[in-house]
């Protein structure tokens, strides 16, 4: 199997009179088959035509949280170049055919424009996580098990962890048939807010020697809307494509409104009242011939009341 973890790609800069347009746009990086685990490496350059004037390259536009993007220099001035390096972590992906659209806005003058650059694989599923990254809201402690899997001939396993927070930490299980379960503790002492961080898994394989899990943690305060339980679990049935299962919301007596549930899963859909009321019911559905016979994912809850922030719930669906 063809496996690729860094390649490069030279992007020209079209002169002023087709400006906005690098030769060959959208640039793109067939990357063929990818094992999925290691960090994929991607680097595009961009080169300036002499004589033309100074152009000034503005933050890339990302297509999802998975892909990280750094610009060498800012500002290209006539016949001078700069690099794009773009690591992409692979293990937050679905199997199957991909594309990744980044673009980079820049200006030239008095004039702007984008360039489009673009990146395709299709990724082999050797090393897995489920699930692939955390989005959960807590009103105290709190804790949730991942499941590494590794179909290779000779399975990796976990050897550390670090969380970059002092309330967060990890218990690593023993790797047995090619699975492993880690486990992040929240400590009740995590202050209420938002918190966007990383889990750095360290393994014992030199090829996918670090695994990143994006973790997006929600502490409540005793003011916000809190759900029972704070995690879907869907129990499904065999012969049977739907499941669902009940959340409840409350405001601590408070009548709210919900003005919008998101999903971030195919398959998963959610059936939410519109009228104003001190406790809200959500009706969590999995259709497992979209979704998959099992799997994890997340919902976000918007309110009316703009002050009452957004309200993640954690999902997993499949049979007992």
């Known amino acids: 199997m063809k496996k690729i973890l860094f390649a490069a790609i030279i992007v020209w800069l079209a002169p002023p009179a087709t400006f906005g347009q690098p030769i060959g746009t959208p640039a793109e990086l067939a990357l ?13 350059a961009f080169k300036l035509p002499a004589g033309d004037k100074p152009v000034f390259l503005g933050e890339p536009v990302l297509p999802c949280g998975c892909t990280k993007a750094a610009l060498s ?3 290209l001035q006539p016949g001078g170049t700069a690099t794009l390096t773009v690591q992409l972590n692979t293990i937050a992906q679905a199997a199957g055919k991909h594309r990744w659209t980044i673009r980079v806005p820049y200006t030239q003058g008095t004039a702007a424009g984008a360039i489009e650059l673009g990146m395709t694989a299709n990724l082999i599923q050797e090393v897995s996580l489920q ?16 499941t590494l899997t590794d179909v290779r001939a000779k399975p990796l396993a976990i050897v550390e962890c670090a969380t970059g927070h002092e309330h967060l930490s990890v218990t690593i299980g023993a790797a047995k048939a090619g699975k492993q ?5 929240v400590a009740d002492g995590l202050k209420p807010g938002r918190l966007n961080t ?17 973790v997006l943690l929600e502490k409540r305060s005793s003011t916000d809307v809190v759900a029972t339980p704070e995690e ?20 601590h007596g408070k009548s709210f409104r919900i003005a919008s549930v998101e999903s971030f899963t195919p398959g998963v859909t959610v059936k939410s009242p519109t009228e104003a009321d001190t406790v809200l019911t959500l009706r969590v559905i999995a259709d497992t011939a979209t979704a998959g016979a099992t799997g994890v994912g997340s919902l976000s809850v918007t309110f ?8 993640l719930i954690p999902v997993k669906w499949g049979g007992r």
């Open 32 to 44: 063929g088959d990818v094992a999925t685990g290691p960090t994929l490496a991607t680097e595009f």
């Open 73 to 75: 220099a800012k500002e």
């Open 131 to 146: 699930p692939a990254s955390l989005a959960m809201s807590l009103t105290g402690a709190a804790k949730h098990t991942w």
């Open 181 to 185: 379960e880690f486990t992040l503790h």
């Open 198 to 214: 990383l889990l750095v898994l360290t393994t014992d394989d030199e090829a996918c020697r670090t695994l990143r899990v994006p």
């Open 232 to 251: 879907a679990d869907i129990i499904t049935s065999a012969g049977k494509h739907t499941a669902s299962t009940l959340v409840q919301l409350r405001h």
């Open 304 to 311: 009316a009341d703009e002050k009452l922030p957004k309200l």
